[in-house]
């Protein structure tokens, strides 16, 4: 399924985990991002479904393009008045970086468990050697579990905090 919300599972743990350091919001862009490929391939039947932009080359080619909207973004918002929607104006772009690094290249890594037709390490090696190495509901599982132990550690922050 394109664009699956199991891969914001780990997002929520890493940004719980490092709240200062790991945007979420950037993670789930990245996420978001790559998976537009898909969805685009997937609906107009195109072959593979999961091609360039699910390899680390194209992963990391969003991870700059969401860094320099943010950066453009930042930029018209000191000009004209955006919608600071999730607080992102107060984002740094260390956050930016990080949250968007570890969304996309999570997002390859745990997909490619999961779909034969993708080629993680292209153009520099061909096929995908981790393909069915690890079942989906294990994977499935494993992101959920993720996600639980991040509203857990993000709740238990926010209860510490109102102390």
Request: hydrophobic share 60%.
């Amino acid at each position: 399924m394109p664009i699956t919300p199991f891969h914001f599972g780990p997002g929520a743990a890493l940004q719980a985990g490092a709240p200062r350091h790991v945007s979420f919001l950037a993670f789930f862009s990245a996420n978001v991002l790559i998976d537009l490929e898909s969805f685009i391939n997937f609906t107009y039947g195109f072959e593979p479904v999961h091609a360039f932009f699910h390899t680390y080359v194209g992963a990391s080619i969003v991870v700059a393009f969401i860094a320099l909207a943010f950066v453009g973004l930042r930029a018209l918002a000191a000009r004209v008045r955006l919608p600071n929607l999730f607080d992102w104006q107060a984002l740094s772009m260390k956050q930016v970086l990080i949250g968007a690094a570890l969304g996309a290249w999570s997002h390859i890594a745990i997909d490619s468990f999961m779909h034969f037709d993708m080629q993680p390490f292209s153009p520099f090696a061909p096929g995908n050697p981790f393909a069915g190495k690890v079942s989906v509901e294990a994977l499935e599982y494993a992101c959920v579990a993720a996600g639980v132990m991040g509203l857990v550690v993000a709740a238990a922050r926010w209860a510490f905090a109102r102390k």
